[in-house]
């Protein structure tokens, strides 16, 4: 049965979806490809709740996560969505002010290291040419030789430093179902959007119907649809991001007319700088016939022809003849 939800990719859908913790720790479980015991909202939460900062929206977890051998530990995720391509630089603030941030701070034995860190960044938008839906960027150490250093990894001290990074291209999903992680992140899959309504995804339950985690999921999104309050901030969003495609429309138009002014500017110069040229070269070519004229003038003169019979023979009156040798 075709299920009409809510569309996650709005800031307010998205938000209401992963304040219930069971979902968060769907989500995270799966983007970590690590079992997750247990996951809270650290007490800095970053929405948006203007609409000069809605198209990015921001929330810190705290998750302890047990590795492969048994061990537990605890890692910061810093999840970030943004519909927008010109948000690498508010990334980069916002994990500068994570880094900083001394509540980020753990202690082992007499030592304070920075806690582990993974960023999540789901993106509206494609990221170059990488084709790839989700890309792990992942650090390692290496020696000087270019050599990966195991022993004694992974360090506080290093993991202090450095973190991971996980990037979602949502546009690059499409229908693409080939693990738990892309299994969850269907939802966000725009090729489900309603045909005459963006605010709504149709999703075929059925398709999830043995797994209890996807449809907890997709009875949370459900109920979003029906939430009166949602959808009134989902309209609120639409206008904003119609507001900023009318900007960059009428910036790119602008954009449009300047380079082709300029390309038309260009090309006039061009011309004009070829017309230069031109008379240069004529210039040059009379500069020469006029030295050649000179000197067959004065060779006549030299010989003892006088300015009248030089007249003749040349084709000129006596005062073009005059004018040349002057």
Same mark, same amino acid.
């Given at each position: ?11 307010? $859908?998205?938000?209401?979806? $992963?304040?219930?913790?069971? =979902?968060?720790?769907?989500?995270? @479980? ?32 705290g998750?302890?996560?047990?590795? @492969? ?10 999840? %970030? ?8 630089l508010?990334?980069? %603030? ?11 701070i ?7 290291f920075?806690?582990?860190m ?41 993991? @202090? ?19 738990k ?8 899959d ?10 709504m ?34 309209? $609120? ?6 507001? =900023? ?12 007319? =300047? ?7 260009t ?10 040229? %031109?008379?240069?070269? %004529? ?13 067959? =003038? ?29």
């Amino acid at each position: 049965m075709i299920l009409r939800v809510a569309n996650p990719i709005y800031d307010s $859908v998205f938000k209401y979806l $992963v304040e219930d913790l069971r =979902i968060a720790k769907i989500l995270i @479980s799966a983007l970590l490809k690590k079992e997750v015991l247990e996951v809270e909202v650290r007490k800095h939460e970053y929405t948006n709740g203007t609409r000069d900062n809605i198209s990015m929206f921001r929330i810190d977890f705290g998750a302890k996560v047990r590795e @492969s051998d048994g061990s537990q530990h605890l890692v910061l995720i810093e999840l %970030q969505k943004t519909w927008l391509e010109t948000e690498t630089l508010r990334f980069r %603030q916002y994990l500068g002010a994570q880094y900083a941030n001394p509540d980020n701070i753990g202690k082992e034995e007499s030592h304070e290291f920075g806690i582990p860190m993974v960023t999540v960044y789901l993106l509206g938008h494609k990221v170059g040419d990488i084709k790839e839906p989700i890309i792990y960027a992942v650090h390692k150490a290496y020696d000087y030789y270019g050599n990966e250093v195991t022993e004694g990894i992974p360090d506080p001290f290093v993991e @202090s430093l450095v973190h991971d990074s996980i990037i979602v291209q949502i546009p690059r999903l499409r229908g693409r179902v080939n693990n738990k992680l892309e299994k969850v992140l269907s939802v966000f899959d725009q090729t489900h959007k309603d045909k005459y309504n963006r605010q709504m995804l149709n999703i075929d339950e059925d398709n999830y119907e043995d797994d209890t985690d996807m449809m907890y999921i997709l009875r949370r999104l459900l109920a979003a649809a029906s939430d009166a309050k949602l959808r009134q901030d989902m309209n $609120v969003e639409d206008e904003y991001f119609t507001a =900023i495609e009318n900007r960059d429309t009428a910036i790119m138009n602008r954009d449009k007319k =300047i380079a082709e002014q300029d390309q038309y500017i260009t090309e006039q110069k061009n011309q004009i700088a070829e017309q230069n040229n %031109q008379i240069a070269e %004529q210039n040059n070519q009379i500069a020469e016939h006029m030295k050649t004229l000179q000197a067959t =003038i004065n060779s006549l003169v030299n010989r003892g022809m006088s300015l009248d019979e030089i007249s003749v023979v040349m084709g000129k009156t006596v005062e073009e003849i005059k004018s040349i040798i002057r």
